[in-house]
Structure formats: structure tokens, C-alpha cells
């Protein structure tokens, strides 16, 4: 207890967050209003899931049950529109999940480990890359690709989904670095490591479930877009321009299956990182101590 | 709890008839799942006094003093203020005030703010006199300027004292303060410590202070409690407690301690080669028993140094190590035996200072060593 | 600046870009929702076409609407671009007036559409906006007029004055299209579209105007949804529509031709100027001008269909007199004689004339 | 010092200088230069596309036109002014609902429930954002639609009369936006609650606050930057959002988003659309500026 | 530099000829932006001294241990390694190695690859050479079997030792520790700083400590600077630093002082109320000039006690605070002109101790006594 620190340190010492029994009397109206909202946010998930294998005799989703099926699983594929559509919107996210994380990691370290001329306005504009409302960025970067003449499709969506990947990507990693704090690669280099192989051996193991959680980051946000994507589109049709166009004259079952299949894939691996995450909180949680 | 009563010999338990305790704690316990966080305690403070919870980390120190401010419910017992049980009631219906380990100052509101916090969710008074009671309580922690001033904008010490004031001022029957120094640097500990004497002194109510520091507790306490993974090992006066420690932990933890097993044959206490030792007035000794000395009790001098009184203990033995510490120095001792001892000297001349190796003779005043019972230990 | 599509166009032989061309097996068809027919998601037509061609067809149903779709191509029409797509079907419109223009569009060799020749009808031959089909060929025609509920209305409707009737007060539906709703307001004042002037537009605007108060949406596609739940009584309505909602057990919706006559339009099937599979498309074409493929798919779609002799095969081989002995999918002369084209735009500025009028009556 | 040591000769300070400074702009460069080349440069290409004049048959060319700004809301015949009004509605009713319904559960799991569960509620919050979000909307207007199972039996229970509906309705828009920007609204109340510390809520007990004013007097003035944040992200999505009013909405729902893709998308006004959509950003920037102003809150991009 | 060396007089100096310094820093200084953290600083530290930096909070010590390291580049000055200009080079071309205040240890690596990091990087040794070096190492820092532990799974005196040994294994000329006890609590602390000075010993290679406990700083090393915002206070052996403090500073920060103003009137040095007092010898004395007298070092006694010698300087003062720490008793006097003195008596027999109130004598022997020139205040 003989450190110099003139400022009270909030976070030492236990402090239970939570009573353990001998509880005091609550009326349970949280929970019971949490569970409420939760329960209407479920609705429609839900609803996508059921009529996803409802047996409807069009090949549009109807509200009567007509009993069980697998068909529209099996036949999965059968409106080459909508596999085309889905197929590129896994291209997509995949490529500008990838490259943003490539590209983004190496700016969040200059931004979370540097002082240096311009690192504000580096900042604001990320931080504005994310705040801006999508129809506006949809719409300014439609303007640009107009002026210069570049007809939108397949390159123009990629283009610009890293563009606002890049923004995520940065805000996750850089809260992860600065929670490493840099005394480690001060360690490292203090043992005859060289920047590279600091980086290499030290902070990138380090950062793996930080770039991983960025990447899916990344990835839902890229492949979830329709409002900037309908801009830059062209006549390139993604899953959710797919929907969109469909909502209005009724989806076809599979788009249900697809929506399913995204929701279970995603669950899982958010599920899978959160555990991942959960292991290497300890040793994260050990270095912020220290630097406390 | 006649056992407790017995073992620690409390002076406080009589006089409830008068004017009853300001605090007592009739058995309480608190459990975590498995962990006993405090073991069936009893406690009983009469007014005004200054008392110390002192003990290791995780001994329940902080737990008894949260289930005193109504933090926490006890498992078990029954916690009176001023003679009411309160055992059940919700902390802002006591009439009691805690000054949190890190304060807990509210950082949207200004020092004024924090200070009057409290006076005005009661609203017995009107805004004149809410801010005449805050302004001299600010005065008493020598806060009288810093009433815009935000927690962020104030040093950890500052800070203290306006988690004072935000307590003192709302006149409470009795104070609870957890660690009130734990961070704050040495300096303006020692600084703070005299400060919180003054204040209890001039406010005059019971405050029950919490500290894993000995020498913190023992500077500022009328009376003090060691405990030691949840029940109390030793109470009493800090000289009584340091002196003639009721057990080994007290002991041990009050400050560093040479304890030396003792044999008897012939009805003479002797030590583990042999030589004979006077025992301090009162102590009857048994094989087995241990003999205590503090480091600070024993003189250490050059061989044939006629320290001590005629009735003193002597050893010879050599220097291990000396370490410097400015105002004294402390040294290690080989024991003809073979055991370590350690002891403690003020330094006056450079040159009078033993060096590693040098052969010296250890002298003690029986009176200044203590006995511990096996059972104790 | 951006470019324009204005002087783009660039002077092509058609004798030698077809001698160019040959058939490769693919083909990318761009058609609106729900516009072939569907049997749990099986599309017959097309698949007979592969077994007897060898072409695999890549059938997108992406188009929405009109304008949006040609807003999404016009950047690579301009440049020159393959748009991906080796069929796309458009309406008759300022849209495809454009494309004809500005040489956007392939300029068919009728020596491979013989079965164009042989069964197409007289309605779809040398339509106005595209003399000698020289670019287009109608995949589906339809009319526009006006359905109502008889379960509620009970008195016979006969006019477009009906949608003026206060009694029917937020229950009228109108079409969001301005193209659509202009034309229904110039009938209602006895205009017809076709001849129609900008002066002419601003009375039917006034009508309309006139008429909002009553309306109770300016609907898209969706407009039948409301008419079959009976949230509107009246409303202007696509015949083929009204068909399906028919056969669906909506009974108590019916069509009218309005005695101010109805507009008839067309969905054309036309080859984007860099398409890769022009010869595949051609193909398609010529296949679907058969009286067995035709029949396939207007048993399934309900509009009006351009190949009269399906007629036999939709009664005899589908077995499906509902749909062979309808009016509305295969109309007799007089149906023809009431119907009335659309406003033929020259350019954009025209163009731009019309959204500025009648825009304001939809957009709220 | 020997004469060894003075004599060996020292490295450039200046080349080491430059050696250590240029790093932070080699590891921005190439993110840096992507965001300024397709977020930066558009942004105000847009702003220049606005100031153009022509048609999509002669082009457009750039003229300053600044008029447009005028014209598009002065004496319009289309009331662009009303579709940007009717957008700033629909969002700040959907923000402050979001307020109501959000904080309440951020508070439930930040407070009430044990540590390890809060990760998983979180991530119950979170599980719409796992279904593309045009789906989830339709599915609304799936199951909310004039024939669908709800409104029949709401009106087969005779609790709504047969002219009840609720698509194209504002409700409907409104409602639209709550659901699917509610998870913006918790998260950050929430990780502003979690930086509370505890003791401070036991201060305030021990200085005689009951639970309501506790709440009121600590929790709600500390969790302010996290609405803040919540308010930037909701607002900022739904002001703009056109899938919402185009998929929930009906004629009478039209709004700013949608005017600009229409602009853009169907009439190929792009002038107008850049010019609509620049006016979009300002309004909001302005908005949000002044309203950090009053909340006082210290660096926005913390926030994020 | 010649001016510092001679306030400084350090004995370092003189046997470069022989072999280079370890460190040497010549007019090193550091700024950032306004705040000046190092100011033109000259150090010279003999191969396998154990050199402490002593200061407050905020004075600069650990950037000078930075820029030794490489972590900083001077503003100005010249950092030398081994009689090497080093100044410019980056960390992983230097010799030396680190503990830093919080240990740096990689939590995805075991203690064994911690160790072993550095001896890989430069991949001087193969395999087994590096697995013994590491084994032996750890066995020196007391963790032999600790190898497959990770970070997170030992104690912080663990954490401390495996930094340790992971900056020895190395073998650097130089090693530097920034607060390597910051982190612990008051008894590991203790015991590892006798651990480290074994180890200082064993290995033989040159300490550059930082560290703002005295205690700590004079416990271990064999020389110490007192830096004081960015420039050295005083710097020498820790005895002659404590009783011969160069500066007001340092007397203070180096443990509690009496400091009283002189006046010399015929010859005579006297106090406040006049009294003459014997000054140490060679001390000469002016105006202005202030006596240092270390609270130790002030004997208090009952009045009359004879205590001292009897060319002692004798006092007549009052108790005005008796504080008990258990193994002393620290009193604060009043002297006849009212100035507030400290002294400090190890505690003996409880009732020898003085009460507040009690008039007292104060005793101290010139010699004990040190005189700072004004210039210096
Ligand atoms: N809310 C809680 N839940 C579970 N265990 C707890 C809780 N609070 C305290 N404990 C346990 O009870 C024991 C006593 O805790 P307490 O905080 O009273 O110790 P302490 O004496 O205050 O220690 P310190 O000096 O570190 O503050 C510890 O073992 C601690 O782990
Ligand atoms: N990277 C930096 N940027 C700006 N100022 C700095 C930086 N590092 C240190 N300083 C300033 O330089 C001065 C000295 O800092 P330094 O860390 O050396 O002090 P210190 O003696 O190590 O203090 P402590 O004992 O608290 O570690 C301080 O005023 C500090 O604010
Ligand atoms: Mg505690
Ligand atoms: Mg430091």
C-alpha cells in the first residue's frame, strides 16, 4: 500500500458490485420489464426462423401454416438471383473485412501508441467515418464515383465497405492496444527484439482476439448494409438489396432460410469469440492492473 | 460470548446501565458462500472513543464496517447503534457515516456539492444553513477555499478531506472510515494522521477506523481490535496490545518479533542452548511456552558494553547484517544456537554502528519480554 | 462534371456486329418479381428452354420499378459498360425511350426471330414508341383501369367521375407511378395520354388534386393487398392483378374498363448495347414466341399475352379454361379499341415537365 | 572520458529524429489514405455535385450554383423542407423512446444481475443485430400487416375496430427505428453505467439518499455520456433511415432518406440529391454540436 | 561539469583511466514540450556499483532511466555505456536490460519463455545452452519450478523475480530498475529487497535503482542522488547523504529534520531565544545559515535526566504530542521561542515514556548536528 499515487484509485480493494444473500426485498419490475423487451425483440427473429420452414405453395412467404418442410432448405439455391446476391455479399464482406483489418490495425497502433502532427484530425475523422449517416455517405460517395466517371458495381461497393470498415476496425483495436499499454513492447525491445519482431512476437499475439473481433465486426456491418450499398450498387445486387427489392411483393421462403443460416453461423461465432475473449481477459486484465 | 469476554477482558461491557454503547456487535457473523468473511464478533465501543479494525488483507475488516453502515446484512447477530438495533435498516436511515476507502467523492459535484450532499437529502435545514454548516466544516479540514473546486481538480489528500467533511458534517453519532489513507503516499499520511486525531478530538464522536497498518492504528487509537480471518485475536489499549500480545498472530503482525522456545528443568526457563533466562514478573512459565522480545527491546553493543540493568538478560552473538535505515538501523543476529534474532537501533554516531561479522553482546530487560502460552500459538 | 447520355451513341453495322456474334450457352435475364411462372420455385419455361437449347439462363428478378432500375445501368450505358445483364425487360417509357436514343440497346435481327413473325399479335407488332420492333419485343402487355369491391360498392362502376365519389372518402387507392396516375386523371377528363400537352397535364394534376382528399394511398405494388383486405373499395388497378387475386379467392374484386377508355402498356424484352450473349438472348426471344412456352408462362403470370395462339394450349393441355376464356388475358378487338398509350416524352426536359406536375401530387 | 570515447564519432541525432517520427505516419498512411480518398474527397464531391447544374440526358456540370439550396426549400413544389422536418421527427421520437426502453435494461444488467451473466444478456440485446436488417424490418411488416395473424386477432378479439391498421402509419416508421437502433441506446448506457463505481451509490446511501434519489442525484448525472453517445449513434441512423418509412411507412411517411434516393435513384436528380444530402449532414452536425454543448460533454470521440 | 563535481565531490571520478564507467551521463537533459523532466544531468556510475535515483513523485527519475535505456532520446547530452556514446542507439542495441515498475512480463508466454525471450532474440546460444541459462537463473531468483506457470498464475513477488531473472539472464552490463517493489505490499517488499541485494552481489554487475522510498533507496545502496525536478540534489554514500545533507531539500526528503535559523552575534552561534549552541566541527557558520539536527538524534529526557556528554547542547522544551509507534515513540516538543521540534525515542520501558504536557530537556551532541549555507535554503 505504499505506492506515491496522489489520486484516489477507485478500482482497488474488492468491491462487490452485487449482494450476495442476505438479500434485501426488490420489487422485480427490471427483470420483468427486460424480459418484456427482449421478448419483442425476439418476435420477428422468431417469425423468420418458423416461416422459414413453413410449406407454403407459392414461392412466396404467406402468412397460413401449411405444415413443416425442408423444402426451401433443400432447394436453397434455386433462385439463382437470390444465391448470386448472397454470394457476392459473402465475397464482399469477406474481402472488406480482410482488408480493413489489414489496413486498419497498423492506423489504430500509430493513433493508440504515437504523439505525432495531425493525429487529432486522424481521429475525428474516424470517428466521423462512423458517426455520418450512411444515406449521406451512400449518396456523397455515389457523387464522387459519379463525377470521376467510375460506373458503380462489384469494385465500388468493395471500395466503400472499407471505407467504413476501417473505422471499426480502428476503434476496436485501438481500445484493445491502449488496454495493453506499451510497456510491453518496451520490454520487448528492451530484450534485444527489434520493432518488427516485437510486433510480431509480442503485440500481435496479443491483439489476435482484438483482430478477430474486428474482423467480425468487419464483416456483419459490411454484409448487413442496404442503405450506402444501394447507392454504389449499380446494377450489382447484394443479399440485402435482394430483400429490400423483394419485400415488396412478397420475400420467397429461401431469403428466410438464408436470414436463418446468417443468425445461427453469427450467434455461434459471437458465441465462440465471447468465450476466446473471456480466456484472454485475465492476462489483459493482469496488464491494465500493473499499469494502474 | 463470556469466552471472548474472558480471553480479551473488554473494559467497555459493564457500563451499558449507564449511557449505552455507541457501537456494539453481538455476534455477528457475515458468510460468502463458503467463505466466512466475519466470525461471530463481538464488538462494543462506549462514546467518543477512537477504535481501530486492524488485521491482514481479507480478515473481514471491511465487511464488519459494512454491515455497521447497513452495507451489508449479517448472517447472523445483531448490530446496535446507541443501544437500537439496526440490525435490519437501510444505510441512509442510520445515523451513522462512513469515509470510503477511495473516497467515493461524487464527481459531478463540486467540493461544495459533495459536502452538502448529505444535509440536504435530510432537508432539515434551509439553505443558509446548509451552507453555513458546510463552509465550517470545510474550515475544520482546512478545505475553506475549495468549495467550486471539482473532486478531479483536488490531490488524493484534498480528496480525503472532503470525504471527511461530507461525513462530519452531517453530525453523526458515530464515523466509519475504511482505509481513509490507503492512498495517500507516506508524507501526507503522517500528515492526515495527526489531522484526523485533532478533528476527533474537537468533533468528539465514535469513530471506528479501519487500517491493515499498525503503526497507523497504534498512533491514533484509544483502543484497538487485531483481527485475523474473520474473529478478533487480541483488543485493547495499542500499548497493551504491543507489549503483551494475547497470542502469536498479535504478536507477529503488531511489528517484528523475536519469539525463542523456552524448556524448563529445575523450575528455570532456559533457552534452546541451554543458558538461563529471567522471566517477566507474573509469567508463569511451562516447557513449551515461548518467550517474546521485540527487536527494539534488545541492546545490541560491542562485546563487554555494560549495557542494561544488573538483573538483565545477556546472549552473545554475531552481526549477520546491518541494514541503514537514516534515523536507525537494524541488524541480524546469529543466536549462539544458531537462530536468527533480529534487532533494532537508533543511530546516534556513524562510528558506533556495528558492521556484518562483528562479534557483539545482546542485553534485555526481563520486564520488556512477554510470554506466550503453546495454546496461544 | 458528370457526363450525359446525349451524344453517346455511336453509329454501328448491325450486318456485321451479328456476323460477330455466336451463341455461348449463357444467359443473364433481368425480369421483375413474380413475372414467370413459379411452381414451387421450379421455373418450367425456362428449363424446357435449356433441355432444347443447351443455354443455361441466369434469371434475375431484380427490377423493381422502371426508373430506379435504369438509374442503377444508365452509369454503364454511358461508359460503354457491360451492364451484366443480356436481357432486361422495361416498360414503355421515358426509360426506354431513352435507351432507343441514345443507342443503348442492340438492334434485333429479326432473320432469328422467326416465331416473332408467325405468332406475335397485332397489338405487340410496331408499337409506337419502337416502330418495327427494331429494338424490343413485348414480353407481357397489361392494362391499367379500375377495380372495385362489390361486396361493398353496390352500385355498378362505370368511370373514373367514380373515384370522385365522396362516399367513398379514404377508401380510393391510387398508383404511386406519376406516369400511371397522370394518364388516369387526363381519361377522367376525356384527354387521351398519347396526344396529351403540358396544358392538358396541369388539369389533370388540378383533378387529381381535386380527388386527394379522398384518396387514401398512392400505392406500389402493393395496391392489391388493400383492395383484397378492403381497405380500399376503389381503386386504379393492373389487370393481371386483379386476375391472380381472382383466382385466389378474392371473387368479390372486379375490373372495369372505364368508358373513358383504359391505358394499355407494355413490358419489353430489349438486349443492352454491350451485352456478351446477344445470340443466347435472340434465342430466348424467339423461343418464348411459341405458343406451348407462352402458354406455360401466361397461365402463371395472368397479364395479357402476346402469343394469341397460347390461347389453345393454356385450354386444352393446361386445362385451364379460367385463365384461356379470360378478357383480360386474352382480349378480343374491342378491349384493344378502348385502350389508350401512354405520353410519349422526346427528351428529358419533357420529361422533367411531367415529374414537376404530377410529382407533387404523389410525394407528400 | 577518454580520449577513446570523445574520439569515436556519434550517429546523426538527425537521421535517428526522422527515423523515429516518420514511423506513425508510415502506419497511417495507407488507412489514412483510403479514408481520405473514399470518405473525405466524397464527402465533398457531394457537396460540389450539389452546387451543379444540367440533366441526366446533357450531364451535369459544375455552374455554383448555390440557389439550389434556396430553391429546394423555398416555394418547392415538391416540400423537401416537410420530408426533412418529418425525418428529424420520426428520429427524435425514435431516440427518446430508445432513451425509455434502454436505460432501464443497461441499468438491469449493469446493477442487478451477477457478473457473469452480463455478457450473455448483452448479447441477448444484441441478437437482432444477427438477422440482416432489411429482413427483421420485413418480418415487422410480415406480421404486422392489415391480414396478418396480429391485427386479426386483435380485431377478431374486437380490441381494434376492422379500419385499424398500423403499417403506414409514423407509428409504424417511428416504431420501426426504436427496434432496430435499441441496441445502439444500451450499450454505451450500459458500459456508463458500469463505470460507476458501486461505492459511490453506497455514498450516497450512507449520506441519507433513498434509492430514487440515489438514482436520480448519482446515476443518472454520471451515466450522461453514455445517452449522450446513444443519442449520436440513434439519432445520426434514423434521421437519414429510408428502409423503415419505405418498408413500415406508407404514402403519408415519406421522408428526407427516401427523397434523396429517389433523387438520386429514380430521377437522377443528382444535384438535387447531394444538395438534399449535404443540407441532411449539416442539420445533424448542428444539431448534435449544440446539444453536446449543452450536455457539456467533453470529447466526442471518446464516446465511440 | 567541473562545478558539479566539485558540489557532488564524487569518488568515481577519479579511476576512469582505469576502466569506463558502466554509465556515464553527461549533461543529459530531457524536455517535453514545456515541462523540462531531465535538466542537463551528469552521473558516472563504476562497473558493479549499486547506484539509487531518489526523488519525489514526478522529478525525472524515471525518464533518466529511460533514456539510459534507450526508451527516451536525450534532448541534449550524451549517454555513454561502458565508455560507448550510446545515445542515439534503440533499446535492442544496448547492453542493458530492465525490471520495470510493473513488471512487462508477456502474459501469452510461461515464465520459462519470459526468461528465455531476450537469450532468443539474439540467438547467441542453441537450445540447451538457453535452457540451462534460464533453469539457473530461475533457480537464482528462488522460482526453479515455476517454468510452465503463467503470468497470471503467480503472486506479484513471483512476477518481480521472473522479471528478474529475465532481465539477468542476459548478462547486461547494465541493469536498471524503475520501483521494482512499487507493486508490493510493505513485508514482501522486505524481504526482497534483502534478495536483490544478494543477487546485486552475486552476479557483480552495476544497479541504476529508482525508487522514491529513502528507506529503500538507503537500505541497498552503496551510493544514491537525490534528484529534485530534473536536477541532482546531492549524490554520495547513503550515510554522508542523510548526516551531511548538501541541501534543504534533501535533509527533508530524506526523513523528518529540525532545521533552526542561526544568528552569530560575537562570534557565537545562536538561536532564536539567543541561547548559544556548539556547532560541528568545521562547519563555519553565518547569519542565515540553518542547524539540521535529525529528530533521532534529539535525546529527550525528564528534566534533569543527565543525559549526553557534556560538551552536549541542552534544551529546555515542553510535550506537546506523544505519538506511539509501538517500537518508538516520536514526540513533538515546543522550544522556549515556540518553534515546533520532532524527536524520536525508542520505545523501552512504557512508563519511561514522556506524556503531552510534560516539560522536557533536549540533548544533542554537536557532532550530530550539520549546518546548511543559506545559498543552498
Ligand atoms: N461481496 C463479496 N462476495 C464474496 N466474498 C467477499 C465479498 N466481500 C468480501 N468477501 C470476502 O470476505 C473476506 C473479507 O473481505 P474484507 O473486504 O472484509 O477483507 P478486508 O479486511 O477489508 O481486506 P482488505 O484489507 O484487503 O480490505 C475476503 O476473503 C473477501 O474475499
Ligand atoms: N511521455 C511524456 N510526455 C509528457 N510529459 C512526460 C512524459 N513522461 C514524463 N513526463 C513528465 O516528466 C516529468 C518526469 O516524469 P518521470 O516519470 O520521470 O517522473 P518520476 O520521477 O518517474 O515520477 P514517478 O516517481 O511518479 O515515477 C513529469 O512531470 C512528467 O509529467
Ligand atoms: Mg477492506
Ligand atoms: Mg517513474
Known amino acids: ?292 | 460470548m463470556s469466552t471472548d469476554q474472558q480471553l480479551y477482558g473488554t473494559d467497555a461491557v459493564g457500563d451499558e446501565a449507564a449511557e449505552p454503547a455507541a457501537i456494539r456487535l453481538d455476534g455477528v457473523s457475515r458468510h460468502f458462500g463458503e467463505t466466512i468473511a466475519v466470525d461471530s464478533l463481538h464488538l462494543e465501543l462506549p462514546p467518543g472513543e477512537f477504535f481501530s479494525l486492524l488485521g491482514p488483507s481479507g480478515c473481514g475488516k471491511t465487511t464488519t464496517l459494512r454491515m455497521v453502515g447497513g452495507f451489508e446484512l449479517p448472517s447472523a447477530g445483531t448490530v446496535y447503534l446507541d443501544g437500537r438495533d439496526v440490525t435490519g435498516l437501510p444505510p441512509y436511515k442510520r445515523d451513522v457515516n462512513t469515509v470510503f476507502q477511495s473516497y467515493a467523492l461524487f464527481p459531478h459535484l463540486n467540493v461544495f456539492e459533495n459536502v452538502a450532499f448529505g444535509l440536504r437529502r435530510r432537508g432539515r435545514l434551509d439553505r443558509d444553513a446548509v451552507r453555513r454548516r458546510v463552509e465550517e466544516n470545510l474550515e475544520l479540514v482546512g478545505l475553506a477555499g475549495f468549495s467550486k473546486r471539482r473532486p478531479t481538480q483536488i490531490s488524493g489528500g484534498q480528496a480525503q478531506r472532503v470525504a471527511l467533511a461530507r461525513a462530519l458534517v452531517n453530525h453523526p453519532k458515530v464515523l466509519l472510515l475504511d482505509e481513509p489513507m490507503g492512498a495517500l503516499d507516506a508524507r501526507i499520511r503522517k500528515s492526515m494522521q495527526v489531522e484526523l486525531k485533532r478533528i476527533q478530538r474537537e468533533v468528539g464522536i465514535t469513530f471506528l477506523y479501519v487500517t491493515h497498518d499498525q503503526s497507523e492504528a497504534m498512533a491514533m487509537s484509544d483502543r484497538l481490535a487485531v483481527m485475523h480471518s474473520g474473529h478478533c485475536e487480541d483488543m485493547g489499549p495499542p500499548v497493551r496490545v504491543y507489549d503483551q500480545p494475547a497470542t502469536r498472530f498479535t504478536a507477529e503482525f503488531l511489528g517484528s518479533c523475536n519469539l525463542l522456545e523456552l524448556t524448563v528443568d529445575g523450575g528455570v526457563a532456559r533457552l534452546a542452548d541451554g543458558t538461563a533466562v529471567r522471566m517477566p514478573d507474573g509469567g508463569q512459565v511451562r516447557s513449551g511456552s515461548t518467550l517474546g522480545i521485540r527487536p527494539e527491546k534488545l541492546l545490541v553493543g560491542p562485546v563487554g558494553s555494560e549495557l542494561g540493568g544488573v538483573d538483565a538478560n545477556r546472549l552473545q552473538a554475531t552481526v549477520t547484517t546491518a541494514t541503514y535505515l537514516g534515523a536507525s538501523t537494524e541488524y541480524e543476529l546469529s543466536a549462539p544456537w544458531g537462530e536468527r534474532l533480529g534487532a533494532f537501533a537508533q543511530n546516534l554516531d556513524p562510528d558506533a554502528r556495528l558492521q556484518a561479522g562483528d562479534p557483539c553482546e545482546i542485553v534485555w530487560d526481563p520486564a520488556h519480554s512477554f510470554l506466550l502460552a503453546e495454546d496461544s500459538v | ?364 | ?304
Not at chain 3, 416465331?115 to 391499367?144: C, E, H, I, L, M
Not at chain 4, 460540389?48 to 456540370?61: A, E, R
Not at chain 4, 433523387?263 to 444530402?277: D, K, M, W
Request: one cysteine or more; glycine letters at 6%.
Open chain 3, 1 to 364: 462534371g458528370i457526363r450525359g447520355t446525349i451524344g453517346t451513341a455511336e453509329q454501328v453495322n448491325w450486318h456485321k456486329y451479328w456476323a460477330k456474334q455466336h451463341k455461348q450457352g449463357v444467359l443473364n435475364f433481368a425480369n421483375w418479381p413474380l413475372y414467370i411462372d413459379q411452381e414451387h420455385g421450379h421455373t418450367k419455361s425456362l428449363e424446357l428452354f435449356t433441355k432444347a437449347t443447351g443455354i443455361k439462363v441466369n434469371y434475375q428478378a431484380v427490377i423493381q420499378n422502371n426508373a430506379p432500375f435504369y438509374a442503377t445501368i444508365a452509369p454503364q450505358l454511358r461508359a460503354h459498360e457491360n451492364t451484366g445483364y443480356d436481357i432486361v425487360v422495361i416498360t414503355n417509357g421515358w426509360e426506354l425511350t431513352e435507351m432507343i436514343n441514345n443507342g443503348f440497346l442492340v438492334e434485333l435481327d429479326h432473320s432469328r426471330l422467326p416465331n416473332f413473325a408467325r405468332y406475335a399479335s397485332r397489338s405487340v407488332k410496331n408499337p409506337n414508341y419502337d416502330p418495327g420492333n427494331r429494338f424490343t419485343v413485348v414480353w407481357q402487355t397489361g392494362f391499367t383501369g379500375i377495380a372495385y369491391n362489390s361486396k361493398i360498392i353496390d352500385r355498378p362502376i362505370t368511370s373514373f367521375k367514380d373515384l370522385l365519389d365522396p362516399k367513398f372518402k379514404g377508401h380510393v387507392g391510387m398508383m404511386s407511378d406519376n406516369t400511371e396516375v397522370g394518364s388516369a386523371g387526363m381519361l377522367a377528363l376525356g384527354i387521351n395520354p398519347a396526344t396529351s400537352t403540358p396544358k392538358d397535364w396541369k388539369r389533370a394534376a388540378e383533378w387529381l388534386l381535386k380527388q386527394r382528399p379522398l384518396v387514401s394511398g398512392y400505392y406500389d405494388q402493393s395496391y392489391i393487398q388493400y383492395l383484397e383486405n378492403g381497405d380500399t373499395w376503389i381503386s386504379q388497378a393492373w389487370s393481371g392483378d386483379v386476375f391472380q387475386a381472382n383466382a385466389s379467392g378474392y371473387k368479390h374484386l372486379k375490373y372495369v374498363v372505364p368508358k373513358e377508355g383504359q391505358m394499355i402498356w407494355h413490358d419489353n424484352m430489349m438486349i443492352p448495347r454491350q451485352a456478351s450473349h446477344p445470340v443466347d438472348a435472340l434465342e430466348w426471344m424467339n423461343f418464348y414466341y411459341t405458343p406451348k412456352i407462352a402458354a406455360i408462362v401466361e397461365d402463371w403470370v395472368n397479364y395479357v399475352c402476346p402469343v394469341p395462339k397460347a390461347q389453345q394450349y393454356v385450354d386444352k393441355v393446361l386445362q385451364d379454361p379460367a385463365v384461356a376464356n379470360s378478357p383480360l388475358v386474352f382480349p378480343p378487338k374491342e378491349i384493344y379499341r378502348r385502350s389508350h398509350n401512354y405520353a410519349l416524352f422526346g427528351n428529358y426536359d419533357v420529361y422533367q415537365q411531367w415529374n414537376d406536375i404530377f410529382n407533387p401530387v404523389i410525394e407528400s
Open chain 4, 1 to 304: 572520458m577518454t580520449a577513446a570515447t570523445i574520439a569515436r564519432p556519434r550517429p546523426s541525432r538527425f537521421r535517428q529524429w526522422v527515423s523515429r517520427h516518420s514511423v506513425p505516419y508510415l502506419l497511417a498512411l495507407p488507412a489514412g489514405g483510403w479514408l481520405i480518398a473514399l470518405f473525405i474527397i466524397p464527402l465533398v464531391s457531394g457537396l460540389i455535385v450539389s452546387l451543379m447544374t444540367g440533366n441526366p440526358d446533357k450531364g451535369y456540370t459544375l455552374t455554383w450554383n448555390w440557389s439550389i439550396y434556396k430553391d429546394l426549400f423555398v416555394g418547392s413544389n415538391v416540400s423537401y423542407i416537410t420530408f426533412l422536418l418529418r425525418g428529424l421527427l420520426y428520429g427524435g421520437c425514435a431516440t427518446v423512446l430508445t432513451i425509455l426502453i434502454g436505460y432501464p435494461m443497461a441499468y438491469y444488467i449493469a446493477f442487478r444481475v451477477q457478473p457473469r451473466w452480463k455478457s450473455p444478456l448483452l448479447l441477448l440485446v444484441l441478437l437482432s443485430f444477427f438477422v440482416s436488417f432489411v429482413i427483421r424490418t420485413d418480418m415487422w411488416a410480415f406480421i404486422l400487416a392489415d391480414r396478418g395473424p396480429f391485427l386479426n386477432a386483435l380485431r377478431n378479439a374486437h380490441i381494434v375496430s376492422s379500419g385499424f391498421h398500423i403499417l403506414g402509419t409514423p407509428a409504424a416508421v417511428i416504431g420501426g427505428d426504436t427496434y432496430n437502433d435499441l441496441a445502439f441506446m444500451v450499450l454505451p448506457i450500459y458500459v456508463a453505467l458500469e463505470r460507476i463505481d458501486p461505492r459511490m451509490m453506497e455514498a450516497a446511501g450512507d449520506l441519507y439518499a433513498n434509492r430514487r434519489q440515489v438514482f436520480l442525484r448519482m446515476v443518472l448525472p454520471l451515466s450522461r455520456s453514455g445517452i449522450f453517445a446513444g443519442v449520436l449513434l440513434v439519432l445520426i441512423d434514423t434521421v437519414g433511415d429510408p428502409v423503415n418509412a419505405s418498408l413500415l411507412g406508407g404514402t403519408g411517411t415519406y421522408v428526407i432518406g427516401q427523397a434523396i434516393q429517389d433523387a438520386y435513384l429514380t430521377n437522377q436528380q443528382f444535384n438535387v440529391a447531394a444538395a438534399l444530402s449535404t443540407v441532411l449532414l449539416v442539420v445533424l452536425g448542428l444539431l448534435l454540436f449544440t446539444y453536446a454543448r449543452i450536455a457539456g460533454t467533453e470529447n466526442i470521440e471518446d464516446l465511440v
Open chain 1, 1 to 292: 500500500m505504499s505506492t506515491a499515487t496522489e489520486q484516489p484509485r477507485p478500482t482497488l480493494s474488492p468491491a462487490p458490485k452485487h449482494y450476495a444473500e442476505p438479500k434485501r426485498r426488490r420489487r422485480p419490475l427490471l427483470p420483468i420489464f427486460f424480459w418484456l423487451v427482449i421478448g419483442i425483440t425476439m418476435v420477428p427473429i422468431a417469425a423468420m426462423i418458423v416461416y422459414s420452414f413453413n410449406n407454403a405453395p407459392t414461392s412466396r412467404i404467406t402468412f397460413v401454416w401449411k405444415g413443416f418442410t425442408l423444402y426451401w432448405y433443400r432447394n436453397l439455391t434455386q433462385l439463382s438471383g437470390l444465391t448470386n446476391a448472397f454470394v457476392v455479399s459473402l465475397e464482399i464482406a469477406a474481402l472488406s473485412a480482410i482488408i480493413a483489418v489489414v489496413i486498419g490495425t497498423p492506423l489504430a497502433m500509430s493513433l493508440a501508441r504515437y504523439r505525432f502532427w495531425g493525429r487529432s484530425a486522424l481521429n475525428s475523422m474516424v470517428f466521423l467515418d462512423i458517426a455520418a449517416p450512411s444515406i449521406v455517405v451512400g449518396a456523397a460517395s455515389l457523387s464522387f464515383f459519379l463525377s470521376i466517371n467510375l460506373a458503380n458495381g462489384f469494385t465500388t461497393i468493395l471500395l466503400v465497405h472499407i471505407a467504413f470498415n476501417i473505422a471499426y476496425v480502428v476503434v476496436v483495436v485501438r481500445a484493445r492496444l491502449s488496454g495493453m499499454g506499451r510497456e510491453l513492447e518496451d520490454a520487448a525491445s528492451d530484450l534485444f527484439a527489434n520493432p518488427w519482431v516485437a510486433f510480431m512476437r509480442v503485440t500481435l499475439p496479443l491483439l489476435v482476439p482484438g483482430l478477430i473481433a474486428a474482423g467480425l465486426l468487419a464483416f456483419a456491418m459490411s454484409i448487413d448494409d442496404y442503405v450506402i450499398t444501394s447507392f454504389v450498387a449499380g446494377p450489382t445486387v447484394t443479399f440485402p438489396l435482394f430483400v429490400y427489392g423483394a419485400a415488396k411483393v412478397g420475400l420467397p421462403p429461401q431469403v428466410l432460410c438464408f436470414g436463418t443460416i446468417i443468425f445461427v453461423v453469427g450467434l455461434t461465432v459471437a458465441i465462440v469469440n465471447g468465450l476466446l475473449n473471456r480466456r484472454f481477459a485475465q492476462t489483459r486484465a493482469v496488464t491494465e492492473d500493473s499499469l494502474a
